[in-house]
């Protein structure tokens, strides 16, 4: 099956007279907001960017008064397929796609998982994503770690959003349940890469990896293990998993960097067999916070945690009771 076509943009900006001797790309970068300098170059050069219709080159000089139009159809930038999959939508507007990710749902096809992704199900949710880098997914969960993720559904939406997580506005907070019980909250500020001998693994290295910074605090304790709250101002791949377990308070159901399980001492029999049964990092994306990249409003999402979540907690809650 084949997409449709790509998302049309017609648009004309008027030159003001401050545009006077400023290179055509300097003041399309301005004038077409949402849209990347290197685009609009391209664009420019296609002669689908237009100078009072008449083709130019993105270093020719602007007088001032002229109109640049734009009258561009976005090819598909992605040939996965559309597939009908069933998508909890928070939010969404004609920019933007807010949706609650549950656990077990890959974000984008690779080597295992070719198919039947949160990308395929976005593309039957709107055939125009075909025509955005990724079907406008901007940031990603880990398979198993359920929560709020943002597409964007328009170019200028895409290029809002990854600005806001390039300077680290775009605010994301998860739950996370943690084995150990931490005396307080932190910060840890640790460069992470892929692991030098696993590579499915990320990890903490010395040299090479890229800045990484996670904040943390307690939300409540138990016996042996805390629920923590977790700010993240880089979005590294299995950022959180890897900085707790770095500290020594690896997330509960962790396959890759929890350990192997470890049952608390005097543990009630609920809880013996809710820890068994955790089979996924027992962590949550709850709450984003954005701009929205079109009207420039502040937007703020929450998703509640989800149901094996909350019933791992009451386990926990019940056995330090019953202590």
């Known amino acids: 099956m084949g997409h449709l076509g790509g998302e049309k943009i017609q648009r004309t900006e008027q030159v003001d007279a401050q545009y006077a001797g400023i290179r055509l790309d300097q003041a399309a970068a301005e004038l077409f907001d949402g849209f990347s300098r290197s685009r609009l170059q391209t664009w420019i050069k296609e002669g689908v960017l237009t100078v009072d219709g008449r083709a130019a080159r993105p270093k020719d000089k602007l007088l001032g008064g002229e109109a640049l139009t734009l009258a561009v159809e976005l090819a598909p930038e992605i040939d996965d397929q559309p597939e009908a999959i069933e998508l909890p939508v928070v939010y969404q507007d004609q920019d933007l796609i807010v949706i609650n990710k549950p656990a077990g749902l890959v974000v984008h096809p690779a080597a295992g998982h070719a198919d039947g992704t949160l990308l395929n199900g976005l593309l039957h949710l709107d055939d125009r994503l075909s025509s955005l880098p990724r079907a406008g997914i901007v940031h990603r969960l880990d ?128 809880l013996r067999e809710a820890l068994q049964g955790f089979r996924r990092q027992a962590l949550h994306a709850y709450k984003l916070g954005l701009v929205h990249p079109v009207s420039g409003e502040y937007m703020e999402f929450e998703a509640p945690l989800p149901d094996d979540f909350q019933a791992l907690i009451q386990v926990l809650e019940a056995d330090r009771e019953a202590q």
Not at 203 to 227: C, P, W
């Open 143 to 270: 398979r198993d770690t359920t929560g709020l993720m943002v597409v964007a559904r328009s170019v200028e939406a895409h290029t809002g959003l990854v600005a806001q997580l390039q300077d680290k506005s775009l605010y994301r907070e998860y739950q996370a349940i943690a084995i150990g019980v931490m005396t307080g909250g932190g910060t840890v500020d640790a460069p992470m890469g892929r692991h030098p001998v696993d590579r499915k693994r990320q990890a903490v290295v010395a040299h090479g990896g890229k800045s990484a910074v996670t904040h943390y605090r307690v939300l409540d304790r138990y016996r042996a293990h805390t629920r923590v709250q977790v700010r993240l101002e880089t979005g590294r791949t299995h950022q959180i998993r890897v900085h707790l377990a770095h500290r020594r308070y690896p997330l509960v159901g962790d396959p890759l960097y929890g350990g192997r399980l470890k049952q608390p001492a005097g543990a009630t029999e609920a």
